[in-house]
């Protein structure tokens, strides 16, 4: 997705919807940690970004809190990039800090939601939107 599409998509909620869910999937992604297979982000990290954006109200202040925990590897390449890509256009105010709140919440909601039903994101061929993330789910509840 191009960086125009991206900026554009943050200004509705089921867009926010659906780019929370490819920013989710991607952090919940299975990678090598040592000898075992766990999540490409833990779930407290995804966690404290929310927290981060609550306490310190800057979306720049985000974006080098994101940068850095992917340098100190707590954010894969591929999550970083989408979170960078969504937010990165968006300006100090509080319309857009009200954004990025929502889109991180969005995050953590579909984060755990994946992670406490024990869904293995790699067989979520072709998922790439909301919709058919919760059409997913209803066949296999």
């Known amino acids: 997705m191009n960086r ?26 299975p990678v090598q940690k040592g000898k075992e297979q766990k999540p490409a982000v833990d779930a407290s990290t995804i966690n404290n970004l929310l927290t ?7 979306i720049k202040e985000l974006l080098a809190y994101i940068l850095r925990q992917t340098g100190r590897g707590e954010i894969d390449r591929n999550t970083s990039k989408l979170l960078l890509s969504a937010l990165k256009d968006l300006k100090e105010n509080e319309e857009d800090i009200n954004k990025a709140l929502e889109l991180l919440g969005y995050v953590k909601w579909i984060y755990e939601t994946l992670d ?19 059409n997913e789910l209803v066949k296999r509840m």
């Not at 900026?7 to 952090?27: E, F, G």
């Not at 981060?52 to 800057?58: G, H, V």
Request: net charge neutral; glycine share 4%.
């Open 116 to 134: 406490g039903l024990e869904i293995d994101v790699t067989q979520l061929k072709g998922v790439d939107n909301f919709q058919k993330l919760v």
């Open 4 to 29: 125009i599409l991206v900026s554009q998509l943050v200004k509705t909620d089921t867009d926010l919807l659906d780019i929370a869910t490819r920013i989710a999937m991607s952090a919940l992604t």
């Open 52 to 58: 981060y954006i609550q306490s310190r109200k800057s």
